[in-house]
Each structure stands twice: as structure tokens, then as C-alpha cells.
């Protein structure tokens, strides 16, 4: 294993400790030239790219200064494993998650022609995910690695408070009204008792053809103008789950990136900076409604201002930590599924790889765990010209089958679900 560096730590934040624990998987392939030597020196060069490279943190959730470690290539930091079929990223990503043996805060692992990245939430969010797993694919000049090296800065949450409530002080007017107007109000919900949830954790996978996307695309200019890619990604969920039967909770978690409160100086920095807010949709939003909640709640500044008064309760608590419990093996849980949905948009990022020109889609996916066996996490990414799809949740809660036909149903005729809800 890597070793742990004494000296110079990392001082963690409130969402940095709490994301810790949760694990954190991308996939992407298939591409030409997949090899252990470049990816280990990929690595080696992300950690001398400084001596905080991001990278290098030693997540845990029980300390608050984490080290930095040394030699993160080194060891089971990556492996091989041709072994693994391919043909399904969700199951892919399943069996990397569950291969036995301790983990390593980073890990890579080859898969043929696709490569599967495994790291914890806490040593960063979804852009650290998004470039690592295409440095691992091809970064000869190690351009994309020393890009994984910065952090943002320690006063990052309070920057971008003060940056975006001073240029727009009606803004905290609005975000405490949007929050009472969002809150919970169901005192007593309905329950249901769900055993050994950690170990039925699977995600599910699907894949929407270009020509669908652009069916979808041209659907929204028509009928959903001013309605954006994301919006349009949460009500087509939302549908596709409704369709086949998913009694959805209404309130949905939409994840939003705070670094857009942020100097543009400090928007390619690594950490963990972006939050679920929770907003009460009607049961069958339209692309409209998504686009009209969400708007509000970018410009009320709520997702800041959440960071920002997380980070000021852990302060008034000195910053305690402490171990994250062992997993319940029975727990009680509302009866209807929480859903939460990221969409990280087109990445152009993955233009230079060399795509292997055989008929399977070219694919970026990756897996969000649920904070919860209640919980449902959506994650939507477009690549060349296509759409990838994926669900991780309990088995226990929801049937795997469900959520395959959800998402078949979703890719397969985008329009069809969506004009249902016109």
C-alpha cells in the first residue's frame, strides 16, 4: 500500500469528511492502448505535480487533518483484471466496487479496453472523477494529471459566499423563502424495513443512441424553450421511473456545482464543492417546471449558502470527528424512493483518446452511492454524441428490473415519455 506522509496535511472540510466514506466509481471505453506502465506514471505524475496534489489526501472521515500520501502508484494502485466482462458497465462497476480486499483512497483498474477508477467522495467530487478516469485512458503528456493537483483554496466555501450574496444581496431573501417554500412538511410517512441494504448496492446502466439524443434535442427547442439539458434530464428520470411504477418521493435531489460562485481563477480546483438540494416537483414535472425550480435556486445562492453553513455548525462543534458507524443490518426507512439526479453535461474533455471503432458506444458512466437505502442516485453524461445513463441503489427498495425498464424505457424514446407530460 501507499505509504502515509508525515509532515504537511490537509486540513479537510465539514463535506469532505462527510463524503469520505462514500466510494466513488467511474468507467470509460472502449479506447485503444490501455496500459499499467502509463497509467502508473500517470499517477506519479498527478502526485509530483505538488506536494498538496489533491490526489495524494488520505481521506478519512475521523480526522480532520488528513496526510498526504507518497507513492500512490505504487502496489494494488493499479491493476488488471481482463477477467471482468464489459458488456454491462453497470455490472462492471458492481464488481470492482466489490472486489475483496482493502482499498486504497485511489485505485485504477484496466478491464480489456475499458478503464474503471475507484476512489473515496473525499478526496473529490465528480470533476476529480471525470478527469482522473480520462488520464487513465491516455494522458501522454501528463497535461490532464498535474490538472487533478490543485486544491481549492481553504477559504473557498466563504469566497463564494461573500462573492455571490454581495453582488446580489436580495439573494438571501430569496434563499431563505425557496427553502420554507421547499421544505419537508410530512410529519409521519409510511415505512418500510429493509435488511442487509449495503449488500444489495448495484448500479444499473443504459445507453441513449446519438439518434435519440438528437430527437431529444430538437424536442425541447420546440416544446421546452429556455428549459435546459439538465432540466430536461431530471423530468425524463422522473417520467421513466413514474412509467414503470417507482412511487417517487417529491421532493428530488438535483446536484448543483458550487464552483460556479466561485472566480473562474478557482473553477478547475479539486475538492468536494458540489451539493444535493432538495425541491418539491410536481409528480410529473415538465422539462419547464425542472428548469424554472432550478433557476431559483441558482440564483438565490442555496447551495452555497448551505456549504457555508455547514462548514459554520462544524466550527461552532470545534470541528469534531469521528468514525463513520458500521452499516445497520435492519433499518427502517420511508416507503417511497428518494431520487437524486447529476447531469455533468457534454465532455469534451475525452476528445483526444483513440476510441476503439467497433460498434460499442463510446461511454463515460459512473457510479454515485445513495446516501441511503431510500435513496436512488441518476447520473446522465453525454460523449461523442451520445447519452450514458446510471442508477446505483438498494435492490432491496427497488426491483433491479424496475430500474432497467425505467432506463431502457428512457433511452430507447426520450420524446414519448416527455409528451406524455406536455
Not at 75 to 92: C, F, H, N, Y
Not at 363 to 382: K, R
Amino acid at each position: 500500500m501507499p505509504q502515509r506522509k508525515s509532515g504537511s496535511t490537509y486540513a479537510s472540510s465539514e463535506l469532505d469528511r462527510t463524503f469520505a466514506p462514500a466510494q466513488t466509481l467511474a468507467v470509460i471505453g472502449p479506447v485503444v492502448g490501455l496500459d499499467e506502465d502509463a497509467v502508473r506514471a500517470m499517477l506519479t505524475a498527478a502526485e509530483k505535480a505538488s506536494p498538496t496534489s489533491r490526489i495524494r489526501v488520505d481521506a478519512r472521515a475521523d480526522r480532520r487533518h488528513w496526510d498526504y500520501r507518497e507513492n500512490i502508484a505504487s502496489g494494488t494502485a493499479v491493476t488488471s483484471r481482463p477477467d471482468l466482462a464489459t458488456d454491462d458497465l453497470g455490472e462492471l462497476m458492481d464488481r470492482v466496487r466489490t472486489r475483496p480486499g482493502e482499498r486504497a483512497p485511489v485505485e485504477i483498474v484496466l478491464c480489456g479496453d475499458y478503464v474503471v477508477v475507484h476512489y473515496s467522495h473525499g478526496v473529490g467530487d465528480g470533476q476529480m472523477g471525470v478527469t482522473m478516469v480520462g488520464a487513465a485512458a491516455s494522458d501522454p503528456g501528463h497535461a490532464m494529471a498535474v490538472s487533478m493537483a490543485p486544491s481549492l483554496p481553504r477559504n473557498a466555501t466563504w469566497s463564494a459566499v461573500r462573492r455571490h450574496f454581495g453582488s446580489t444581496p436580495s439573494a438571501a431573501r430569496d434563499f431563505w423563502r425557496l427553502r420554507a417554500h421547499h421544505k419537508r412538511r410530512e410529519s409521519a410517512p409510511a415505512t418500510r424495513r429493509i435488511e442487509h441494504w449495503a449488500e444489495s448496492k448495484t448500479t444499473r446502466a443504459a445507453y441513449m443512441a446519438p439518434e435519440q439524443v438528437a430527437a431529444l434535442r430538437a424536442w425541447g427547442k420546440e416544446h421546452a424553450p429556455g428549459a435546459t439539458s439538465a432540466s430536461v434530464s431530471v423530468a425524463l428520470v422522473i417520467a421513466a421511473l413514474r412509467s414503470e411504477g417507482v412511487d417517487l418521493d417529491e421532493h428530488v435531489m438535483i446536484l448543483f456545482n458550487c464552483r460556479r460562485y466561485l472566480d473562474a481563477s478557482h473553477r478547475a480546483e479539486h475538492g468536494n464543492f458540489a451539493i444535493g438540494i432538495p425541491v418539491k416537483l410536481p409528480t410529473l414535472p415538465t422539462p419547464g417546471d425542472v428548469a424554472t425550480v432550478m433557476k431559483e435556486v441558482i440564483d438565490s445562492g442555496w447551495p452555497v449558502a448551505v456549504l457555508a453553513l455547514a462548514d459554520a455548525k462544524a466550527a461552532m462543534k470545534g470541528h469534531r470527528t469521528s468514525p463513520p458507524p458500521p452499516p445497520d443490518d435492519v433499518v427502517v426507512v420511508p416507503e417511497r424512493p428518494r431520487l437524486a439526479v447529476s447531469d455533468l453535461g457534454t465532455l469534451s474533455l475525452y476528445d483526444h483518446l483513440t476510441w476503439r471503432d467497433d460498434g460499442r458506444p463510446r461511454q463515460m458512466t459512473a457510479a454515485l452511492e445513495p446516501d441511503g437505502p431510500d435513496g436512488i442516485s441518476v447520473l446522465i453524461s453525454q460523449v461523442q454524441g451520445g447519452r450514458s445513463y446510471s442508477a446505483s441503489f438498494c435492490g432491496g427498495m427497488i426491483d433491479v428490473a424496475v430500474v432497467d425498464r425505467a432506463l431502457a424505457r428512457a433511452c430507447a424514446d426520450p420524446v414519448a415519455l416527455l409528451r406524455g407530460i406536455e
